[in-house]
C-alpha cells in the first residue's frame, strides 16, 4: 500500500463549525486529490493539487477549501460544516497525471459526521 | 468531462458462481479504464487497470477485465468468486486534470 495517511480517521461536529481533514503522505508524489464518496454517487473530486501551493477545484468543490503548503500534506477545510457534508472522505495520491499512465492510490479515509 | 456507468448496483451469488460486473464510459479518444475494489469498512485498492495494449487485463486475486474500445466498454470477470471478494467494485476512467471519474459501484455480495 502507498504510503498515505489521513487525520482524523472519525469525527463527530456540529453544523456551522470548521473542519479540517488532514492527508499526508511519504511517497513524495506531486500530485493530491480529495474525494468524497456517498452512496450512489461513487467518488467524487474536490479538490486537487499539482503541487505545492498549487491547487484547483473538483466537480463537487462548494464549502470546501484546501491547502497544500509542503509536497507531502495536502489539508482540506470545511469552512462551515452543513449536514450535507456528511460523508466519506478520501485522499489519494499519483506520481504523474496526464493522459496516459497515472494511477492513483487512496488512503484509509475519514469518516465524518454533521451534526 | 467523461462520465463511467455501472449497471449493477447490488449483485448476489453463491461461492464459485462466476462474475461479470458492467462498465461504460462516455470518452471516444484514449482512455485509461480502471477497477477498484473496496472491503468492508476499508480504502479502495486497485484490482486491475489498462492503458493501452493487449486488451484482456488481468489483475490481482484472479480477476481480469476486456477493454472493447467499439462498446465503450470495460467489463470486470471472475471465473469462480469467493466469500471473500465479497465488496463493493468501482470503474473508473483517468479525466485529467479532474482526477478519475468513477462509476457508483457495484455492491458484491457473495454466499457461502
Known amino acids: 500500500d502507498a504510503g498515505i495517511t489521513q487525520s482524523p480517521r472519525h469525527k463527530v461536529t456540529e453544523t456551522g463549525t470548521p473542519v479540517t481533514l488532514r492527508c499526508h503522505q511519504t511517497?513524495?508524489?506531486?500530485?493530491m486529490y480529495w474525494y468524497r464518496q456517498d452512496p450512489g454517487h461513487g467518488l467524487r473530486l474536490i479538490h486537487y493539487?499539482?503541487?505545492?501551493?498549487?491547487?484547483d477545484k473538483g466537480e463537487v468543490s462548494d464549502g470546501y477549501s484546501v491547502s497544500r503548503s509542503k509536497t507531502e500534506d495536502f489539508l482540506l477545510t470545511l469552512e462551515s460544516a452543513t449536514s450535507s457534508q456528511t460523508s466519506v472522505y478520501f485522499c489519494?495520491?499519483?506520481?504523474?497525471?496526464?493522459?496516459?499512465?497515472?494511477?492513483?492510490?487512496f488512503g484509509p479515509g475519514t469518516r465524518l459526521l454533521v451534526l | 468531462a467523461q462520465s463511467v456507468s455501472q449497471h449493477n448496483h447490488h449483485v448476489i451469488l453463491s461461492e464459485a458462481a462466476s462474475l461479470e460486473l458492467g462498465c461504460n464510459y462516455s470518452y471516444g479518444g484514449t482512455v485509461n479504464l480502471f477497477w477498484y475494489v473496496q472491503y468492508p469498512g476499508q480504502h479502495l485498492q486497485l484490482l486491475l487497470k489498462y492503458f493501452s495494449g493487449d486488451p484482456l487485463v488481468k489483475g490481482i486475486k484472479g480477476f481480469e477485465a476486456e477493454f472493447i474500445k467499439s462498446k465503450f466498454s470495460f467489463n470486470l470477470r471472475k471465473p469462480s468468486v469467493q466469500w471473500s471478494d465479497t465488496a463493493e467494485y468501482f470503474c473508473?476512467?483517468?479525466?485529467?486534470?479532474?482526477?478519475?471519474?468513477f462509476g457508483a459501484g457495484t455492491r458484491l455480495t457473495v454466499k457461502p
Open positions: 489519494a495520491i499519483s506520481e504523474s497525471a496526464g493522459a496516459t499512465q497515472e494511477t492513483q492510490y
Open positions: 493539487s499539482y503541487g505545492v501551493k498549487d491547487t
Open positions: 473508473a476512467v483517468n479525466d485529467h486534470p479532474l482526477g478519475m471519474r
Open positions: 511517497e513524495n508524489h506531486r500530485y
